[in-house]
């Protein structure tokens, strides 16, 4: 009866924690339901990413060298080409890139549940971390599914994980190795992610693993010398010479560890040092085989798991996948430009941890012969209060009515006012009313040494032919969602900011679109304005 008691409490605790473990659930498929259509910017780097697509659907080689026209994100080129094949069925290139970001989170959180169940055999461990994952979007900055390349990047590095766990043969070890150079080309901090599982698989387990090595230094590096030969060394110079120019920030070094990680991920955090404790492999194949199984049969099983890369070293791939996912996340975090997007690489492998260090407890518990009931309880507390505690207000993150009145109006601006404009933080707006585009506004920051780098030569040039643009107002207007440094001498010799116009924007616009002032800030060319004074600002 006591047996039966203590049953009956804990399905009765797993069926609250199961209630509460929904909420994050409902608000990321509400979020991303309301926003995936949106005609517009949500993120203000998301035109950015609108700019990669139109560049290929159009034919043009996406690296190449930096115009006043276009110049390319830095990141590899995998997640816009594939939003591109999207787009070409969508017909909606904006739409395209955030479906491939929404499939990817939700994917990302059924990989992390298949990896948990598939250590522990416990599949309600294996939901809580998948949960986990998806809770932390707003510690994300709620970038899971906007236009951007983070989701895409952390599916692909977690089916390179799932390949290395799961493989038995070298021809498995060898798709490994190409699914890792598919996660290169996904975002290149892939490298740092497996960084230190590379080292240890050269110098501790080369004969097995040398297929995944080779396969992957091939599938990178011929790739990149061809991309990067076809385009003029201007590859390499995007993905690793740009990037290498930021600036690093101690305050944000700090704030990943503080405000990222240990302040809203502490209980978390703590199963992971419990699942790093020293223990024997062994106690979780024998989770697999408590139930119903003869002696032979766990023998049998622990044989073929000795034969298997994934078992026998499951663990130490768990913890350098960790520590690369980690050391990832903080290294770009920490780069100035690198927001708290950056860290869904932490988040990711600190979900699975917390299945496994979930699962881990309860055994624990069971074999020190602790109150089961009590023990089980207190443990689903611990869950109920870290799930609890990254609950957060939807609507924070989803533009309202006036948002989309404001976007639409400002539509109207650009495709009503005759000449050409310039919105840099949303430059590609006027190519959806057939009219020129600018460079957008993140990439001057990256080739105009924003970010604490030093300027390039195709900066200033840029820069300069901006410039000589607005002293000789070529712009019949300017749009100014957030100041840009280098421009603000020469629009106040030759344009004046409209103080009063019907496409001023509607108070009350949400959280969300706090950075899309554009509307507040047209600035028109003044018949008094002397390009000649203006040239001699710059």
Partial sequence: MRLLSEHTKAKRMNLLVFAISLIPLILY???AGQRIG????????????????????SGNALYL????RFSPLVYTPLYYYVSSAVAVFTNDVLFSLR??????SFSSGVIIFWLVKRETGNSFAGWLSGILFLSCFELSNGFYDLARVDSFYILITLLVLAAVLTAKRKASLGISGILFAVAFFAKQSALIVFFPLVIYFVFFDF???WVFLAVAVTGIGIPLLLINANSNGWFVYYIFILPKEHGYSILDAINFWVGD????????????????????ILDRTHNKQEKDETPKKTTIKFIQAKTDLAKSNADIIYLLFVIGAFLAAWITRASNGGGSNNSMSAYAALAIIFGLGYDLALRKAKKANLDAATTHVFISILV?????SLTYNPFNYIPNKTDREANLLLLELIEETPGEILIPYRSHLPGLVNKETYI???????????????IQPEGHVIINEIRQGICEQKYAVIVLDQPVPWFGDQIAETYSLLQKSQYKIIENGSREMLWQEGLDHLYFPVDTGNPESCYETY
């Fill in 384 to 388: 109920i209060i870290q799930l609890a």
């Fill in 207 to 209: 004969k097995r693993t």
């Fill in 38 to 57: 949106l005609p517009f910017d949500v993120e203000w780097a998301e035109g950015a990413a609108v700019n990669q697509v139109n560049q290929i659907l």
């Fill in 65 to 68: 060298k930096p115009t006043i």
């Fill in 99 to 104: 479906l491939v970001s929404v499939v990817s």
């Fill in 261 to 280: 990680t240990l302040r809203p991920l502490g209980i978390a955090m703590g199963f992971l040092v419990l699942n790093f404790l020293p223990k024997s």
């Fill in 29 to 31: 498929i509400y979020i």
């Fill in 440 to 454: 957008h506004v993140v990439n001057l920051f990256e080739i105009a040494g924003y970010f604490q780098g030093e």
